[in-house]
């Protein structure tokens, strides 16, 4: 990570054993409340009762903002056909299509990532005879065997997810009888249960906290890939950072549900205990301190922000909220939680950029640090943050956290708006107005220094991976203000992406969002494509693309928690 320092051991880098003891109290705690919640089966499926009776949809639509956009759903809708056909017909059963040449990777563990991830997205759309042949291929892929070793975190976000999200659509009626027969939607059911107990040894540390991988042959947890290893050799254990840790309840609370067994809810509250309930120093109320340590449970470093590795800890602390059973014993705790680093966030690491000589206009973006470092960039991953603050402030009525999440969203709608290419970069820096010591990353090339004079930010990776988040806060901006707007700058991105990124076989990745000249490209104009559609292109960013221009009663807020990877499970509580 450029800019930063090494880390100096500090005091809190030892594990104080009065810690570790009453961190192993406060686990068994924990695992005792848990297992009393599902003592008695009887209050388990008790109504809709919304525990903080807020309702999250804009419940005053103006100006028809409320009713489906059809046109514009629909050339969504063709973008999604497009790309389910182009894979089933060059790459079906593995993982991912290349779409620039064709050609197909397997790189998570050969299940047919795509398939599973974006099945949900077929549901939505109503597409009925590719929902067919998914399901087809799902209930005949056999979850427990695969020769790579399996990332628990990507498995339970894209597969785990993806199944038991279609097995809640099913139930809620929302997949007609005759897309997917009811013995279908048990088998989906059976390779949940089978694939998330193979995950079941990832869960097997002294803390409850997940391994990186998961050896599926040995049935055992490995500490790391080799490639990867180097980077955290300095560090005595394994370690994790708090999105792998903390992305699993929603999925597990779900499975728990849909079986009536405690054990996935369990192992995923362990999961995450050591974030919620830590007890080791922290600079920020409610900012984790990160990497962990997952045999001791203590943070061995010290990054704190809500960006890439750390992002979906923050968003889980929030859904689980609408997603648990209302007589969860922690609801309380995880709101709490949540609003501390919300608090946190608006304080210490929103950060306005400085006016430029060309661009007067100010933004807000959001910065990351550790103890020695402040560092002025931003991830196109942090876009999600607007999305889930927004949410945050309808459902626990905190109206500041709309304002800071609007101003927010307005900052990465700006780094779109900005490009030739009107699609944002992956990463990027600007000049903080305020509140922050010298020395700060500042542009040095060319090419940096007339980005920043032209916009108040310039792009340290100029890539576009096909990635969801923008869009995916203007769906929640959407439903929740009401406004038009946020459809209007769907549509741009939109527009933009069905330009520069639809290749012969699928949607590639931009390799420069700055260069969409075919002349600024050898050959003929291929370079400026990456050969990679990941399956969130499907599963995520069309869509949040469909649901923002469709009618708002589809997937309604007020009904329905979607996952990080976007699958919408039912708040049932
Ligand atoms: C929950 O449902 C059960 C069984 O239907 C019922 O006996 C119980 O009173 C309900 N509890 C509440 C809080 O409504
Ligand atoms: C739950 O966690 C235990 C370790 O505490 C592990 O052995 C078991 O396989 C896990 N089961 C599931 C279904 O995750
Ligand atoms: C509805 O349209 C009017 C007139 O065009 C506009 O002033 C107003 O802001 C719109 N309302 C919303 C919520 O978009």
């Given amino acids: ?272 205990a050591p974030l919620v309930w830590s007890k080791w120093y922290r600079k920020y109320n409610g900012m984790i301190e990160a990497p962990i340590d997952i045999i001791t449970g203590a943070p061995v470093g010290r990054q704190r922000h809500w960006d890439g590795g750390h992002d979906s800890y923050y968003e889980y602390l929030m859904k689980i909220t609408l997603l648990a059973p209302t007589f969860d014993p922690y609801l309380s705790r995880y709101r709490e939680k949540f609003s501390l680093a919300a608090g946190s966030l608006r304080n210490h690491y929103a950060s306005r950029s400085a006016s430029a000589p060309d661009h007067t206009m100010q933004h807000l973006f959001l910065a990351r640090d550790d103890d020695q470092w402040f560092l002025n960039k931003q991830s196109h991953l942090a876009c999600f943050a607007p999305g889930t603050l927004l949410l945050a402030s309808k459902a626990y009525a905190q109206e500041n956290l709309g304002i800071f999440a609007l101003a927010l969203l307005e900052g990465c709608r700006h780094t779109y708006d900005s490009t030739p290419s009107k699609i944002g970069p992956e990463a990027w820096s600007w000049i903080p107005k305020f509140g922050y010591d010298e020395p700060i990353y500042s542009p040095t090339t060319h090419r940096e220094k007339e980005e920043w004079r032209a916009s108040g930010f310039w792009s340290t990776d100029a890539r576009y991976k096909g990635r969801p988040e923008y869009i995916e806060s203007l769906f929640y901006a959407h439903r929740i203000t009401g406004e038009a707007r946020f459809r209007e700058w769907a549509w741009d991105a939109f527009t933009a992406m069905e330009k520069h990124c639809k290749a012969p076989y699928g949607y590639a990745q931009l390799a420069d969002v700055y260069k969409v000249e075919l002349g600024q490209w050898s050959g003929e104009g291929e370079g400026r494509w990456i050969d990679m559609q990941e399956s969130f292109w499907a599963a995520e960013t069309l869509k949040y693309l469909w649901l923002t221009f469709s009618d708002a009663n589809i997937a309604s807020l007020d009904r329905w928690v979607f996952s990080t990877e976007g699958h919408p499970f039912r708040m049932i509580r």
């Fill in 1 to 272: 990570m450029p800019g930063f320092r090494r880390w100096s051991k500090s005091k809190f880098d030892k594990n104080p054993t009065g810690t570790f003891k009453l961190l192993a109290a406060v686990l068994v705690i924990t695992f005792y409340l848990i297992i009393k919640e599902f003592e008695d089966p009887t209050v388990r499926f008790n109504g809709s009762v919304p525990k903080y009776g807020a309702k999250i949809q804009c419940e005053h639509w103006t100006n028809g903002t409320g009713r489906a956009d059809e046109e514009k759903a629909d050339k969504v809708r063709e973008a999604m056909k497009y790309t389910f056909w182009k894979y089933r017909e060059n790459a079906w059963g593995s993982d991912d299509i290349l779409p620039v040449s064709g050609g197909s990777s397997s790189s998570r563990n050969g299940w047919g990532a795509f398939i599973v991830d974006s099945a949900t997205t077929l549901v939505l759309m109503g597409l009925w005879d590719e929902l067919a042949l998914s399901v087809e291929h799902i209930v005949t892929v056999d979850f427990t065997k695969t020769d790579d070793l399996v990332d628990p975190f990507e498995t339970t976000i894209r597969y785990l997810g993806g199944l038991v999200s279609l097995v809640d659509l099913y139930d809620a009626g929302v997949i007609p009888d005759n897309a997917v027969s009811k013995d279908a939607r048990d088998a989906i059911l059976q390779q949940a249960v089978a694939l998330a107990n193979a995950l079941g040894p990832a869960y097997d540390t002294p803390t409850g906290m997940p391994w990186p991988r998961v050896d599926f042959a040995q049935s055992k947890g490995i500490a790391d890939l080799p490639s990867v290893s180097s980077q955290y050799a300095k560090y005595e254990n394994p370690v994790i950072g708090p999105a792998r840790a903390g992305s699993s309840i929603l999925e597990n609370r779900v499975l728990t549900r849909l079986t009536g067994d405690p054990i996935y809810a369990q192992n995923a509250t362990l999961a995450w």
